[in-house]
Every structure is written in structure tokens, then in C-alpha cells.
């Protein structure tokens, strides 16, 4: 059974970066697509990118300028980074597997549990 | 930019059969599928290419799809069904992907 666990700092200082890493256990990270997504309390799910195993990259335009991913195959891990945060990056964040690596097919099978990351001074 | 619309708010009584609808200009185009979500959760795919549903998620959930609209059909509602749902769907083509989630639905169970 695949599992993902996020995990990284709850508070982040406005201004400054996001960094989050999310772990993949019971499987391989390889030949797949994986994503995080955030969600505002009480609000919907926003799309904030992926990446593939490769290291390429696709990016949600509005966060386009501030985002970075990368991924460590050798940990089985990839991460987040989002620069020049502000209160509206108050949020839970999720990492997520995308099951199909066709082009056409971009959906979520397995999530992790999500964590708080709250930008406050 | 590419939208999803959903209603906000769907209330049903237990038993009877809950529609929850999505729409998208480029849905003729593309895949949509489904997430449940309970509060303090992450969401769970409940649909997927539409119509397809993931091994362990029960009969009673079903998608379906026509031109810019596609819905969640829960038929048969029972009171572990209230939750809030997500229609994503994603706009790709060669190295460009964009992924998109509607507004989300909250199911009422009354």
C-alpha cells in the first residue's frame, strides 16, 4: 500500500520560503507523476504543480513565478519550495500520485494526509 | 482560463439519490473525475475517466457525462456519504499540463 507523509516546518514568516518534503513509502517514486496541492481552511482545492521522476516540471500559472519542485529518487522523496509567501499561503498542503503516466489521464490515486503550513510573523 | 463549476450545496434525504453536477467548456475534451472529501481528511478519488470507479468504493457511486456537464451520482445516500465533492479535470497537451478542481459541493444528508 503506498503511502505519502508530508512534512516540513507549520510556520513560515511572511516574505520568506515555504519548503515542504513529502515522503513515498510502500512503493517506488519512480515513472510516476507527483503533485501538490493546497487548501485554504474552509475553502476549495487549488493545484499548485507536479513533477516527474525525470525532474520535469509542470507548474499552476498563478504560482508559476514563486514555485519550485524537486525530487530525490535515492529517498524516494520529492519537495516543495514556494518563495515569497504571505498570509494567503496559509493553508493545508497535500502531496499526491498521480496512477498514469499518459498524458491525457491526470488524476489522483494516493494523498497524503496533508499538513498545516500557516505564514505568520 | 479554464473553470469547473459546481453548486455549492446539495441536500438529500437518506436513501434518496443525490446529483451533483460539474461544468467545464473543455469537459467535451477531457477526462473529469470525482473526490470525496470528509472534514479533517484528505480527499479520496470516488470516479475516475468519468464513469470509472476505483476498486473498495461502493456501487452506489456513479459518473457520468454530456457535452460541457458531467455528474456524480449517489444513489441510495447514506448518512457516511455527507462530505464535500471535487470535479477536476486537466487541460494537457504535449509538455503543458494544468490541472483544475471545481469549486466543491457540500452534500447535505438530512
Known amino acids: 500500500q503506498v503511502q505519502l507523509q508530508e512534512s516540513g516546518p507549520g510556520l513560515v514568516k511572511p516574505s520568506e520560503t515555504l519548503s515542504l518534503t513529502c515522503t513515498v513509502s510502500g512503493g517506488s517514486i519512480s515513472s510516476y507523476y507527483w503533485s501538490w496541492i493546497r487548501q485554504p481552511a474552509g475553502k476549495g482545492l487549488e493545484w499548485i504543480g507536479r513533477?516527474?521522476?525525470?525532474?520535469?516540471?509542470n507548474y499552476n500559472p498563478s504560482l508559476k513565478s514563486r514555485v519550485t519542485m524537486s525530487v530525490d529518487t535515492s529517498k524516494n522523496q520529492f519537495s516543495l519550495k514556494l518563495s515569497s509567501v504571505t498570509a494567503a499561503d496559509t493553508a493545508v498542503y497535500y502531496c499526491?500520485?498521480?496512477?498514469?503516466?499518459?498524458?491525457?489521464?491526470?488524476?489522483?490515486?494516493?494523498w497524503g494526509q496533508g499538513t498545516l503550513v500557516t505564514v505568520s510573523s | 482560463s479554464y473553470e469547473l463549476t459546481q453548486p455549492p450545496s446539495v441536500s438529500v434525504s437518506p436513501g434518496q439519490t443525490a446529483r451533483i453536477t460539474c461544468s467545464g467548456d473543455a469537459l467535451p475534451k477531457q477526462y473529469a473525475y470525482w473526490y470525496q472529501q470528509k472534514p479533517g481528511q484528505a480527499p479520496v478519488l470516488v470516479i475516475y475517466?468519468?464513469?470509472e470507479r476505483p476498486s473498495g468504493i461502493p456501487e452506489r457511486f456513479s459518473g457520468s457525462s454530456s457535452g460541457t456537464t458531467v455528474t456524480l451520482t449517489i444513489s441510495g445516500v447514506q448518512a457516511e456519504d455527507e462530505a464535500d465533492y471535487y470535479c477536476q479535470s486537466a487541460d494537457s497537451s504535449g509538455t503543458y499540463a494544468h490541472v483544475v478542481f471545481g469549486g466543491g459541493t457540500k452534500l447535505t444528508v438530512l
Open positions: 513533477i516527474y521522476t525525470s525532474g520535469s516540471t
Open positions: 499526491a500520485r498521480e496512477p498514469s503516466s499518459i498524458a491525457a489521464l491526470i488524476y489522483f490515486d494516493y
Open positions: 475517466k468519468d464513469s
